[in-house]
């Protein structure tokens, strides 16, 4: 027992000898330059002779008669990788036991033996012990087994048992059943994928099983095997399964993935297949590739990493498209369940084709390309695979200048929501993309090289996409914000640009913003939009930033930040870019904690720009407002005494109509208490009546002066009414006005009277009211009563004093009906008398108002139509009345410092 202990221990410690002196010569071949390829061949033919001389000692342990027997009538198998001769030096060694039944009895203990002495002396092994029938039953089982032996190769043994196996497993596991051969393989790989990483750009990818690996390489082999009955690169070529370009892309691609892999292993010195950013450091550094620009050596690397497994992905997937269907099915499908488009497109279940007569048209230019997709687009579907492939082989290249009809494509493309994400991944595979945004060949593949990131850039921006379409069925703010925008195809555009200026010296917002001005251009966007986009990709991390970093209930912060955004609609899509944004950097790095903070910055922001927070309900409340007004009303009507039952029905139905007359946000930003008591007002007043009331608020220490009348005797009423409260020394704080279906005003000023400490006296108010009929009935003018006041007097401003710059912006997207114009300014004496005359002066109706000042700030908000109550479409007007606008404005603030100087 002894001598037999002794003799194991001596000859497993010859056969780690043996196994060291293996990789020792395979990492001499690697470091001296042997390819990558040549250095697995090498560890394969290495480690089979091994293998076979492990078994061939323990052979000579049987009797004569039983090794003649056991010779004979079995064999030893490399399968899987071993197979393949793809071997890195701690790679699994894969094999495969053979025999004929008659000999399992004396055959599976060798082969016992053999597993222990191989596992003993360090090398991992993965075998089974079958017969021929137990193998070609099992491998209909198991699809890895199944795949495992489409590289069986004969090492030792009967080679007509081999040949048999070979023979049977071509004819009853594959050709017998090859579309389920083919969708076994896809359905395990499918699955691997998911488990370690379902996208090329992963930065800490696994080079064996993570899409675009080596694994992809394996199972194109499996399907062209089933397919066509050859599995390497060339044969496959040979056999037109895949094109010359496509074979040259994956022996490339072959060879750089199983170097990297061989370098793993022999740094770790055991198997390793993730590329953990340290290793990506290191081999940087080995292979001495330089920065370039902005670019770090490792960065670079990289990005020589995705492009590789995007091509091997791209091709995987296209290949087993291909290859799951043949050419009489996709006839019969499209015959029986597509329908045809503008007469040469076929849209079914799943793809959009193009007839073969109309082909080759079709996809001749840019623009029948992007017609193509934007009808994939439109219809939920995808581009037909063969099509996809049609398109890559013309290797696009951005045209000068895109056509008219281009652009239009793109941006309607971008318009849709649903599969957009899918239908850009097409276009970007295609190299459509980047013949329509140059800026994106410098992002494909480009890696960012930090802990907060865990995708490419061009990946990253993707997912930006579709994370913003995952928006449209959500309930809660974002999913509003989302279905909101009006153009939705800048909000995509703008995702598509945000992170265009990464991978440069300069800060990648800096210079994204004339990128975005570029391609605006490109596209042939209005100033308007293309301001939008700019504005958009250049502050694409604000939101974000003072969300996550500031205190958002900081009213300065939401003054500065409100000014900055400008208009609602801008907000909305800065809330939605900022949200995908987030979303899109990485697993759960959008959590609630996130998505609270944000949403408040949101609403906030969206209540100083409009004047009221975001509501959700709007309809419901609506309804419910007007039945506590009308039932307030009634309650008066009906204290005068009981009505007959016709009578109160009648009443009841009149101050509905009333109440109906009223716009949403009056109703929806007044108290019902205050409604009704307007209502009664409107319905006492004498035609020809001014109705002005004031009241004072004791807890703020202001006066509201309330003005209700008809349009038809109070032209110009809003203006007028901010100048003759300006004229008598009055601070205006906030305004809201209102104008009724049936043209009657309710017009708000809040107002400090710095002439007043306390409760204004009744005096006080009586002559300010007179004043305000005086001017609405043209008994006198404004320009009167601000000289009798000598020129506004300079009045002591609270509060920090900020160094923001006069901004008018002219929205013309939030709204459907109206033209939203944005002012912010220095708070200034008579400032919003300036601004409501100026409009007057460009003959705009301003419908609704929403002015606040803050500290030294105001951001007033006008909804303005023009004289006969329609938007101004007009890009030529929208320009000279925000120019009108600016020159009126910056002349007031120049004569207020002027005599702030005297």
């Given at each position: 027992m002894a001598e037999t202990l002794v003799a194991t221990v001596d000859r497993i410690s010859r056969y780690k000898v043996v196994l060291d002196d293996i990789r020792r010569r395979v990492r001499e071949r690697f470091e001296n330059g042997a390819s990558a390829v040549q250095t697995a061949a090498l560890q394969s033919e290495l480690f089979d002779r091994f293998v076979v001389q492990v078994l061939t000692e323990h052979l000579q342990d049987l009797d004569p008669i039983s090794r003649l027997s056991v010779e004979s009538q079995s064999a030893l198998l490399a399968v899987g990788g071993s197979g393949r001769a793809e071997m890195c030096p701690y790679s699994d060694v894969d094999l495969l036991f053979l025999s004929a039944p008659s000999i399992s009895t004396r055959y599976e203990p060798l082969t016992s033996q053999v597993q222990r002495d191989l596992w003993d002396c360090g090398l991992k092994v993965g075998a089974s012990v079958r017969t021929l029938a137990d193998s070609i039953q099992w491998a209909r089982q198991e699809p890895q087994f199944a795949t495992s032996l489409v590289d069986a190769r004969h090492l030792w043994g009967s080679t007509s048992l081999v040949d048999q196996l070979q023979s049977r497993f071509r004819r009853s596991v594959v050709r017998a059943r090859h579309q389920q051969f083919i969708s076994d393989a896809v359905a395990a790989r499918d699955k691997e994928r998911t488990d370690y990483g379902a996208t090329t750009q992963q930065l800490e990818p696994d080079l064996k099983r993570s899409l675009g690996g080596l694994r992809d390489l394996h199972l194109i082999r499996w399907i062209g095997f089933a397919r066509y009955g050859v599995a390497d690169i060339d044969s496959l070529r040979l056999h037109s399964a895949i094109t010359m370009e496509e074979a040259r892309r994956l022996v490339h691609a072959h060879e750089f993935l199983t170097g990297l892999r061989i370098d793993l292993h022999l740094a770790a010195g055991k198997e390793q297949d993730v590329l953990t950013r340290e290793d990506q450091l290191r081999i940087a550094k080995k292979r001495n590739i330089q920065a370039v620009g902005a670019q770090s050596p490792v960065e670079r690397f990289m990005q020589q990493y995705f492009q590789h497994s995007t091509t091997v992905a791209e091709i995987a997937r296209r290949f087993v498209t291909r290859s799951r269907r043949s050419p009489w099915v996709e006839r019969f499908i499209r015959f029986v369940m597509s329908y045809r488009v503008d007469e040469i497109y076929y849209v079914g279940p799943e793809f959009v084709d193009i007839g073969h007569r109309h082909r080759s048209a079709a996809l001749s230019s840019l623009e029948g390309i992007l017609r193509l997709f934007m009808t994939a687009a439109r219809y939920n579907v995808c581009v037909a695979p063969h099509l996809l492939e049609l398109i890559k082989s013309q290797s696009l290249k951005p045209p000068a200048q895109l056509s008219t009809e281009a652009s239009q494509a793109f941006l309607a493309l971008l318009k849709t929501s649903g599969k957009l994400g899918v239908t850009l991944r097409g276009l970007y595979e295609t190299g459509v993309l980047e013949a329509v945004l140059p800026c994106w060949q410098h992002i494909r593949c480009l890696l960012q090289f930090n802990q907060y990131h865990h995708f490419t850039v061009d990946e990253h921006t993707l997912r930006t996409i579709e994370a913003a379409e995952g928006f449209l069925k959500s309930g809660g703010p974002l999913g509003q914000a989302y279905r909101e925008i009006h153009h939705k195809e800048l909000l995509h555009l703008t995702l598509l640009l945000?992170?265009?200026?990464?991978?440069?010296?300069?800060?990648?917002?800096?210079?994204?913003?004339?990128?975005?001005?570029?391609?605006?251009?490109?596209?042939?966007?209005?100033?308007?939009?293309?301001?939008?986009?700019?504005?958009?990709?250049?502050?694409?991390?604000?939101?974000?930033?003072?969300?996550?970093?500031?205190?958002?209930?900081?009213?300065?912060?939401?003054?500065?930040?409100?000014?900055?955004?400008?208009?609602?609609?801008?907000?909305?899509?800065?809330?939605?870019?900022?949200?995908?944004?987030?979303?899109?950097?990485?697993?759960?790095?959008?959590?609630?904690?996130?998505?609270?903070?944000?949403?408040?910055?949101?609403?906030?922001?969206?209540?100083?720009?409009?004047?009221?927070?975001?509501?959700?309900?709007?309809?419901?409340?609506?309804?419910?407002?007007?039945?506590?007004?009308?039932?307030?009303?009634?309650?008066?009507?009906?204290?005068?005494?009981?009505?007959?039952?016709?009578?109160?029905?009648?009443?009841?139905?009149?101050?509905?109509?009333?109440?109906?007359?009223?716009?949403?946000?009056?109703?929806?930003?007044?108290?019902?208490?205050?409604?009704?008591?307007?209502?009664?007002?409107?319905?006492?007043?004498?035609?020809?009546?001014?109705?002005?009331?004031?009241?004072?608020?004791?807890?703020?220490?202001?006066?509201?002066?309330?003005?209700?009348?008809?349009?038809?005797?109070?032209?110009?009423?809003?203006?007028?009414?901010?100048?003759?409260?300006?004229?008598?020394?009055?601070?205006?704080?906030?305004?809201?006005?209102?104008?009724?279906?049936?043209?009657?005003?309710?017009?708000?000023?809040?107002?400090?009277d710095a002439d007043h400490a306390g409760e204004i006296p009744e005096f006080r108010t009586e002559e300010v009211a007179s004043a305000i009929r005086k001017v609405l009935r043209d008994e006198t003018d404004v320009a009167t009563l601000l000289k009798s006041r000598g020129r506004f007097a300079v009045q002591a401003i609270q509060g920090p004093v900020s160094d923001l710059p006069l901004r008018v912006v002219v929205d013309n997207e939030t709204s459907d009906r109206y033209t939203v114009i944005d002012v912010f300014a220095h708070d200034r004496p008579g400032l919003l008398y300036e601004i409501t005359r100026a409009l007057y002066v460009l003959q705009l109706s301003v419908v609704l108002a929403k002015i606040a000042t803050h500290f030294d700030q105001v951001l007033d908000v006008f909804f303005v139509t023009d004289a006969a109550g329609n938007k101004i479409h007009d890009g030529e007007r929208l320009k000279s009345i925000r120019q009108h606008l600016m020159t009126e404005l910056t002349a007031f603030e120049k004569s207020v410092t002027d005599d702030q100087t005297v």
């Amino acid at each position: 027992m002894a001598e037999t202990l002794v003799a194991t221990v001596d000859r497993i410690s010859r056969y780690k000898v043996v196994l060291d002196d293996i990789r020792r010569r395979v990492r001499e071949r690697f470091e001296n330059g042997a390819s990558a390829v040549q250095t697995a061949a090498l560890q394969s033919e290495l480690f089979d002779r091994f293998v076979v001389q492990v078994l061939t000692e323990h052979l000579q342990d049987l009797d004569p008669i039983s090794r003649l027997s056991v010779e004979s009538q079995s064999a030893l198998l490399a399968v899987g990788g071993s197979g393949r001769a793809e071997m890195c030096p701690y790679s699994d060694v894969d094999l495969l036991f053979l025999s004929a039944p008659s000999i399992s009895t004396r055959y599976e203990p060798l082969t016992s033996q053999v597993q222990r002495d191989l596992w003993d002396c360090g090398l991992k092994v993965g075998a089974s012990v079958r017969t021929l029938a137990d193998s070609i039953q099992w491998a209909r089982q198991e699809p890895q087994f199944a795949t495992s032996l489409v590289d069986a190769r004969h090492l030792w043994g009967s080679t007509s048992l081999v040949d048999q196996l070979q023979s049977r497993f071509r004819r009853s596991v594959v050709r017998a059943r090859h579309q389920q051969f083919i969708s076994d393989a896809v359905a395990a790989r499918d699955k691997e994928r998911t488990d370690y990483g379902a996208t090329t750009q992963q930065l800490e990818p696994d080079l064996k099983r993570s899409l675009g690996g080596l694994r992809d390489l394996h199972l194109i082999r499996w399907i062209g095997f089933a397919r066509y009955g050859v599995a390497d690169i060339d044969s496959l070529r040979l056999h037109s399964a895949i094109t010359m370009e496509e074979a040259r892309r994956l022996v490339h691609a072959h060879e750089f993935l199983t170097g990297l892999r061989i370098d793993l292993h022999l740094a770790a010195g055991k198997e390793q297949d993730v590329l953990t950013r340290e290793d990506q450091l290191r081999i940087a550094k080995k292979r001495n590739i330089q920065a370039v620009g902005a670019q770090s050596p490792v960065e670079r690397f990289m990005q020589q990493y995705f492009q590789h497994s995007t091509t091997v992905a791209e091709i995987a997937r296209r290949f087993v498209t291909r290859s799951r269907r043949s050419p009489w099915v996709e006839r019969f499908i499209r015959f029986v369940m597509s329908y045809r488009v503008d007469e040469i497109y076929y849209v079914g279940p799943e793809f959009v084709d193009i007839g073969h007569r109309h082909r080759s048209a079709a996809l001749s230019s840019l623009e029948g390309i992007l017609r193509l997709f934007m009808t994939a687009a439109r219809y939920n579907v995808c581009v037909a695979p063969h099509l996809l492939e049609l398109i890559k082989s013309q290797s696009l290249k951005p045209p000068a200048q895109l056509s008219t009809e281009a652009s239009q494509a793109f941006l309607a493309l971008l318009k849709t929501s649903g599969k957009l994400g899918v239908t850009l991944r097409g276009l970007y595979e295609t190299g459509v993309l980047e013949a329509v945004l140059p800026c994106w060949q410098h992002i494909r593949c480009l890696l960012q090289f930090n802990q907060y990131h865990h995708f490419t850039v061009d990946e990253h921006t993707l997912r930006t996409i579709e994370a913003a379409e995952g928006f449209l069925k959500s309930g809660g703010p974002l999913g509003q914000a989302y279905r909101e925008i009006h153009h939705k195809e800048l909000l995509h555009l703008t995702l598509l640009l945000h992170d265009a200026g990464k991978g440069f010296e300069e800060d990648h917002s800096e210079l994204g913003r004339r990128l975005a001005e570029e391609t605006s251009n490109r596209l042939g966007l209005p100033d308007h939009q293309r301001d939008l986009v700019m504005f958009l990709v250049h502050r694409h991390l604000k939101m974000a930033d003072l969300a996550l970093r500031r205190d958002i209930g900081d009213r300065a912060l939401l003054l500065k930040f409100s000014h900055e955004v400008g208009s609602p609609d801008a907000l909305r899509m800065l809330y939605v870019l900022t949200a995908a944004d987030i979303s899109a950097v990485g697993p759960n790095t959008w959590n609630e904690w996130k998505a609270e903070l944000l949403t408040t910055l949101y609403e906030r922001t969206m209540l100083w720009l409009s004047g009221k927070s975001h509501l959700f309900d709007e309809s419901t409340r609506l309804r419910q407002i007007q039945q506590q007004v009308v039932q307030l009303c009634r309650g008066t009507t009906e204290s005068t005494g009981e009505l007959p039952d016709g009578q109160a029905a009648i009443e009841t139905e009149a101050w509905q109509k009333r109440v109906e007359q009223c716009p949403a946000h009056y109703l929806l930003e007044t108290t019902p208490s205050r409604i009704a008591a307007d209502m009664r007002v409107i319905r006492a007043r004498q035609p020809d009546e001014i109705h002005v009331e004031a009241q004072y608020d004791a807890e703020t220490g202001t006066v509201e002066y309330r003005v209700i009348t008809d349009e038809t005797i109070a032209a110009g009423c809003f203006h007028k009414l901010a100048g003759v409260l300006s004229a008598k020394r009055m601070e205006i704080l906030n305004a809201t006005i209102c104008t009724t279906q049936d043209r009657l005003i309710i017009d708000a000023l809040r107002v400090r009277d710095a002439d007043h400490a306390g409760e204004i006296p009744e005096f006080r108010t009586e002559e300010v009211a007179s004043a305000i009929r005086k001017v609405l009935r043209d008994e006198t003018d404004v320009a009167t009563l601000l000289k009798s006041r000598g020129r506004f007097a300079v009045q002591a401003i609270q509060g920090p004093v900020s160094d923001l710059p006069l901004r008018v912006v002219v929205d013309n997207e939030t709204s459907d009906r109206y033209t939203v114009i944005d002012v912010f300014a220095h708070d200034r004496p008579g400032l919003l008398y300036e601004i409501t005359r100026a409009l007057y002066v460009l003959q705009l109706s301003v419908v609704l108002a929403k002015i606040a000042t803050h500290f030294d700030q105001v951001l007033d908000v006008f909804f303005v139509t023009d004289a006969a109550g329609n938007k101004i479409h007009d890009g030529e007007r929208l320009k000279s009345i925000r120019q009108h606008l600016m020159t009126e404005l910056t002349a007031f603030e120049k004569s207020v410092t002027d005599d702030q100087t005297v």
